[in-house]
């Protein structure tokens, strides 16, 4: 089933003093299906960030469609989109977005407060995740007590437990070291494997090498897909910085 589809989607910024027009996102389609991991690269300025933004709601597009679970973003009223994001995104971001004056366990829980869930509800919910994810025995710590890998975990702890359509990562790595990076992005392939979608948006080659899929922005299009089909993560990971060398050297733009 198609869970999200993004069609001849477009976003045209004007600059500050209304001069020239600046073309972020040209026609950019794709979908993504449920149970599906995909990571989206490309170039800083490639429009990346843009596409993320418009797919979280966060801003509209110029021109174009897009749907989750056949639902136009556009359409969802303004009084209600921070609880269409609560109730069918989770977010996940370089920066962890953690309030230092909450407890690890208060920072999951924050997005089911929102929503007026009973605390014996949360708790439910929080258990099972936390184990999953070895932060349990952190749950009464505060943010500035643990690692950036734990931080990062308690993020994607906060992003599952709305069970949420789709979960979008920002850069999910990018303040992590090589070894928190590894054990993040394992718990990822374990979070997928149970089914849960997930789109990411990286410049880290082997970040995108654990996806099922890439695709590659540039100049506001897309440039090129790779589909995992059976090969390991190595030779995913060749086949992608092969295609980063043709994206930044000028090559044209293929499939």
């Not at 099972?128 to 890998?149: H, T, W």
């Not at 359509?165 to 394992?186: F, H, K, V, Y």
């Not at 082997?206 to 089909?229: C, M, P, T």
Request: aromatic share 8%; proline share 3%.
């Amino acid at each position: 089933m198609t869970i999200l589809e993004v069609q001849n989607l477009k976003k045209t910024y004007t600059t500050r003093f209304g001069g020239a027009q600046v073309e972020a996102l040209k026609n950019v389609t794709f979908s993504v299906e449920e149970g599906e991991y995909v990571a989206i690269m490309g170039e800083s300025g490639s429009g990346k960030t843009t596409l993320l933004n418009i797919l979280a709601a966060l801003d509209k597009p110029t021109g174009g469609h897009v749907k989750l679970k056949g639902r136009e973003l556009s359409s969802v009223p303004e009084k209600e989109i921070a609880a269409f994001r609560r109730q069918n995104l989770g977010f996940v971001f370089q920066d962890f977005n953690l309030l230092d004056t909450l407890s690890i366990r208060d920072n999951i829980f924050l997005p089911l407060v929102l929503a007026g869930k009973k605390y014996a509800e949360m708790e439910k919910r929080l258990v099972p995740i936390a184990k999953s994810l070895g932060i349990y025995e952190l749950l009464a710590k505060f943010p500035y007590e643990v690692s950036g890998g734990q931080k990062q975990r308690t993020a994607v702890a906060r992003a599952l437990i709305t069970k949420p359509q789709l979960i979008l990562a920002d850069e999910p790595t990018g303040a992590l070291d090589s070894r928190a990076a590894d054990d993040l992005l394992n718990q990822f392939t374990r979070i997928n494997e149970k089914g849960q979608t997930i789109l990411m948006v990286t410049h880290s080659v082997k970040a995108a090498s654990h996806a099922g899929r890439v695709l590659f922005i540039k100049d506001g299009e897309v440039f090129h897909q790779i589909y995992r089909g059976k090969m390991r993560n190595e030779e995913l990971y060749q086949k992608i910085s092969d295609t980063l060398t043709v994206l930044t050297t000028g090559g044209e733009r293929y499939v």
